[in-house]
Every structure is written in structure tokens, then in C-alpha cells.
């Protein structure tokens, strides 16, 4: 079983949908939550990070951890065709090591 | 605003010849990552940096991989004899652990 588990999709929403992206975990020593967003062939990009539990919005984005369920989400109002991607969720219980997620595509159609 | 820079951004190399890739972080970053990154999976850890020194290296980085940071700037990653196997995105970061910033990769396939 991986640590990080991760729906692969692809989630095909139409254009200004709410778009839900979630990750599991096992590993309940992880303190640092993060999604990446990668668009093909490109490497990944930081949306946001969130320490422990709790929920962090910026701007179309919101992130949430659930610590006692092990279940991070990343919310996406008003999704657009740009927002098209793979999106990654990414954990760390150190000072240096993240575990990534498998990703989950997303497809806005116009 | 420079970002990290990775050279070459493909790599084209036939089994049992050794490659190097280079990685220039964020300027005023210390700590510098390499991942790779398979189709369809996320990136996994390979090694760390904390300015020149190599603080932790991943069981995935058998004995043909090396990698050296000297003066603690810019980064070089070398497989030696390379193996079909290898074939893979290779990913350098740099910046905390929870702000790691990615370059753009340099993808590497062994025919």
C-alpha cells in the first residue's frame, strides 16, 4: 500500500464547475500538505501548502486537511480550461523529503 | 524572477553510457532536491542538499547514480552505465521543504 494515495481520474468537469481533488494517507506523522499542479512535460508548480489541520483559501483555491481522517482536499471554484492538468498532492513528516501522490487529472471543457 | 534551470531538458543515450544532468536553483535557496518522475506517478525523492552537503540519499539511488553540489550553488546528477530502467523525468528542486520550487525537468530516455 502506498502512503499516498491519490485518484488518478481524469475528472472531466464542464467550464465554471466546482472541482473536488482529494489525496489519503497513512502516515500520521505527516505535518506539511501540498498540492502541485503539472502541465504536460512541464515540471511541477506550487498551488499551496497547508500546515496540519485546517483549511487555506487562495483565490479560485482551497485547501483543507483533515488529520484525524488522513484526507487532504484541494477545492477549485469557477474552474476555467487553463486549469486543465494533472494535480499532484504532496506530504512531508521532515525537513526535506515529499511524498507525492500519483496525481489526478482534470479536464475543464469549454 | 529566475526560476531553477535544469540542462539538458532531453536526453537521448543508449544503455551502458553514462550521463550527467545539471540543476541551478533559486539563487538564494539552500537546499536543493533531485526527484524522478515516471509516467503516470508522482515524483519520488531521490537525494537532498543542504548547501554543499548530501544529507540524505533514497534507496532508489543505486551505486550508478551520483550527485554533487559543489560550493553549494549549482547541482549535477550522473548515471553511470545507464540502463533501460532509467528512462525518467528528472526532477531538481530548491527551497523549504514545504515551498520546494521544481525546475522543468530534463527527461531522459535510454534506448
Known amino acids: 500500500q502506498k502512503e499516498v494515495e491519490q485518484d488518478p481520474g481524469p475528472l472531466s468537469v464542464p467550464e465554471g464547475a466546482i472541482v473536488s481533488l482529494n489525496c489519503t494517507y497513512s502516515?500520521?506523522?505527516?505535518?506539511?500538505f501540498m498540492w502541485y499542479r503539472q502541465y504536460s512535460r512541464k515540471g511541477p508548480e506550487l498551488l499551496m501548502y497547508?500546515?496540519?489541520?485546517g483549511n487555506k483559501e487562495d483565490g479560485r483555491f482551497t485547501a483543507q486537511v483533515d488529520k484525524s481522517s488522513k484526507y487532504i482536499s484541494l477545492f477549485i471554484r469557477d474552474s476555467q480550461p487553463s486549469d486543465s492538468a494533472t494535480y499532484l498532492c504532496a506530504m512531508s513528516e521532515s525537513s526535506y523529503k515529499l511524498i507525492f501522490g500519483s496525481g489526478t487529472r482534470l479536464l475543464v471543457r469549454p | 524572477d529566475t526560476g531553477v534551470s535544469q540542462n539538458p531538458r532531453h536526453k537521448i543515450t543508449k544503455r551502458g553510457q553514462n550521463v550527467t544532468f545539471r540543476c541551478d536553483p533559486i539563487s538564494e535557496h539552500n537546499r536543493l532536491y533531485w526527484y524522478r518522475q515516471t509516467l503516470g506517478q508522482g515524483p519520488e525523492f531521490l537525494t537532498y542538499f543542504q548547501n554543499e552537503a548530501q544529507l540524505e540519499k533514497s534507496r532508489l539511488l543505486s551505486d550508478r547514480f551520483s550527485a554533487e553540489r559543489p560550493k553549494g550553488s549549482f547541482s549535477t546528477l550522473e548515471i553511470q552505465r545507464t540502463e533501460q530502467g532509467d528512462s525518467a523525468m528528472y526532477l531538481c528542486?530548491?527551497?523549504?521543504?514545504?515551498?520546494?520550487?521544481f525546475g522543468p525537468g530534463t527527461r531522459l530516455t535510454v534506448t
Open positions: 497547508t500546515y496540519s489541520s
Open positions: 502516515n500520521s506523522a505527516f505535518q506539511y
Open positions: 528542486a530548491s527551497g523549504d521543504v514545504h515551498e520546494q520550487y
